[in-house]
């Protein structure tokens, strides 16, 4: 069984620039999230889909995060533009049915930006 | 992210010790106590679970012990191993999953 594909594992832009990170999910899976993860700052969620809806949008990361999910077994997360303070590791996970009550996650193994 | 804090940051130990990690939260509606573990360079994959109704939880040699009342849970780790060398995070839920800070474990041999 293929697992959380993530794509690029490495990422460095210029300061401004617009990328794109990419996640397959597990085949079947119903919800899809989004973390980012720092030393400082640990696990933040970004966006969580269910059913390729948006469920919630992270917040504070609204201004230049945008996760949009195509279709069940394709979700991207654009970042414009971005800012050196956006270096990290971003995951993606994704759940059979209701990552809470029980639910596992699963993740990739991350797309690591390095912002100049 | 406040709502959950894990303890020691950091924590060595010896081949062959039990390592306790601990994890406090403050919402009482948190339900499911799963634990993830992280090697360098990979993303975190689940490790054991417990359910509120329960006070204790093996799995080999892994085990949750969770307090509700004092909201307190801690993962055991006997006969530690160099491969359980990893960071660990607990990650409560209901219709949201929280994960805590971690806890960076090395297991020197």
């Known amino acids: 069984d293929a697992g959380v594909t993530q794509t690029p594992r490495h990422e460095v832009a210029e300061k401004g620039q617009t990328i794109i990170l990419k996640c397959e999910p597990v085949?079947?899976?119903?919800?899809l999230f989004w973390y980012r993860q720092t030393k400082i700052q640990g696990l933040e969620l970004l966006s969580y889909?269910?059913?390729?809806?948006?469920?919630?949008d992270g917040g504070a990361f609204k201004d230049r995060f945008k996760a949009e999910m195509l279709n069940s077994s394709f979700s991207t997360l654009k970042i414009q533009p971005t800012e050196p303070k956006d270096s990290a590791v971003y995951l993606c996970?994704?759940?059979?049915?209701?990552?809470?009550?029980?639910?596992?996650?699963?993740f990739g193994e991350g797309s690591k930006l390095t912002v100049l | 992210q406040q709502q959950v804090r894990q303890s020691p940051q950091s924590l060595t130990v010896w081949e062959g010790e039990t390592a306790i990690l601990n994890c406090s939260y403050e919402?009482?509606?948190?339900?499911?106590f799963p634990w993830y573990q992280q090697f360098p360079g990979e993303g975190p994959a689940l490790l054991i679970s417990?359910?509120?109704?329960?006070n204790k939880k093996e799995d080999g040699r892994f085990t949750i012990f969770f307090n509700k009342r004092e909201k307190k849970l801690s993962l055991h780790i006997a006969d530690s191993q160099p491969g359980d060398s990893a960071t660990y995070f607990c990650?409560?839920?209901?219709?949201?999953?929280?994960f805590g800070t971690g806890t960076r474990l090395q297991v020197s041999p």
């Open positions: 996970a994704s759940s059979l049915w209701g990552a809470a009550n029980t639910g596992q996650l699963y």
């Open positions: 085949s079947g899976h119903n919800d």
């Open positions: 889909f269910r059913s390729k809806s948006l469920m919630e």
């Open positions: 919402n009482s509606a948190f339900d499911y």
């Open positions: 417990i359910l509120s109704v329960s």
């Open positions: 990650a409560p839920n209901t219709d949201k999953v929280v």
